[in-house]
């Protein structure tokens, strides 16, 4: 995708050939920053700041993290030890351990002499499987705008967080079937959750879509449920970090409430992801999938540039308000209308994931 008329992907090799190159999310809207990193330490705070953050973005940064990890110390040993320390740094996104688990297949068996240049073989692969992955998620759901579309009138989409190319190497997945709807010439409109409390929606959905051309509109997290009573939600898409074998959906905090309210309302609730976000060992989503809880702090503080031009961080609450802060809920597949894989649409059930993924069965 493009920022400025420039192609962009969200994480690349440097021209040096070996160091990591990410954009700094944390930084955005506000600044478009480019961050080198030089180490796998480098990589897991990126990664744990949230300077690289959604799933399938953080499997391939971290795949990246473990090739700079080998250039240092290829040795067996080094490689269990920092592909460990890799995985602790977010619970929720399954594409972390798929990836690091992907790399580890991929040297366990090659020779220490020969693992750097066969780790970045590796991850390469992985980068560039994820960008093929999103613009078939993009083809399989721009049907589900098409058939909203209607001459004269746009098709309004709701979606929560980020899913957009910033959560991805290239093209999302909950915007890459709208990003390939606006290319068709498909009259869509954004409805952008502001997604607190890191506000998300606020700096990076919002922004990347303005860099895009697509037309959007902000909304309060509370107000989905607002437009929907009043018809003016046509779908919703939202993406995912983790999902069960069952359909069982984790997302950003917040997104089960907009899928009961999109249930109230009979509004078409869709999740879009890649098929290394499906946790085939977990059955109950609910249950099973860890939720990460995040310091209070982003609960507690907002950061925004001031009217004078600074970017500041200022407190919203008492200082003795105590403050909890779970990154993530899980939203039961009863309530999902369905999910959008690279591999097509399918219900949000087992039997429904193992039609287009019946190896697994």
Request: proline letters at 4%; glycine letters at 8%.
């Amino acid at each position: 995708m493009r920022v400025d008329g420039t192609p962009y992907h969200g994480v690349w090799i440097d021209q040096d050939g070996w160091s990591v190159r990410i954009i700094d999310q944390t930084r955005l809207p506000w600044a478009f920053e480019i961050v080198r990193l030089t180490t796998v330490g480098e990589v897991a705070h990126a990664i744990r700041s949230m300077q690289v953050r959604g799933a399938p973005l953080i499997g391939a940064t971290a795949a990246y993290g473990l090739c700079l990890a080998l250039r240092r110390d290829p040795s067996s040993a080094a490689m269990e030890r920092e592909a460990a320390m890799l995985l602790e740094t977010r619970p929720t996104a399954v594409n972390l351990r798929w990836a690091i688990e992907r790399m580890l297949t991929r040297l366990s068996d090659t020779a220490p002499a020969e693992r750097v240049r066969a780790a970045y073989d590796e991850a390469a692969a992985i980068a560039a499987e994820d960008i093929a992955t999103n613009e078939a998620i993009g083809r399989h759901g721009v049907g589900l705008i098409e058939a909203r579309a209607q001459a004269g009138r746009r098709v309004n989409v709701l979606t929560h967080c980020n899913a957009g190319w910033l959560a991805t190497v290239d093209w999302g997945t909950a915007l890459a079937p709208i990003y390939l709807a606006h290319e068709r010439g498909i009259d869509v409109h954004v409805w952008v959750d502001e997604t607190r409390p890191r506000n998300q929606g606020a700096g990076l959905t919002a922004w990347e879509l303005g860099k895009h051309g697509v037309a959007h509109t902000l909304i309060a997290d509370n107000a989905g449920g607002h437009l929907m009573q009043r018809g003016e939600v046509d779908l919703v898409i939202v993406g995912t970090d983790r999902v069960s074998r069952t359909g069982d959906v984790a997302n950003k905090i917040g997104t089960y409430l907009k899928a009961l309210a999109a249930k109230d309302n009979d509004v078409p609730f869709w999740v879009a992801l890649p098929s290394s976000t499906i946790d085939w060992s977990i059955r109950d989503g609910v249950a099973d999938i860890p939720i990460e809880e995040r310091a209070a702090s982003e609960v507690a503080t907002v950061t925004g540039r001031a009217m004078d031009g600074a970017i500041t961080t200022v407190r919203v609450t008492p200082k003795e308000t105590a403050a909890a802060n779970p990154a993530f809920d899980v939203t039961p597949a009863r309530l999902v209308s369905g999910l959008i894989t690279e591999r097509g649409c399918c219900a949000a059930s087992e039997a429904g994931l193992l039609a287009l993924f019946p190896e697994r069965r």
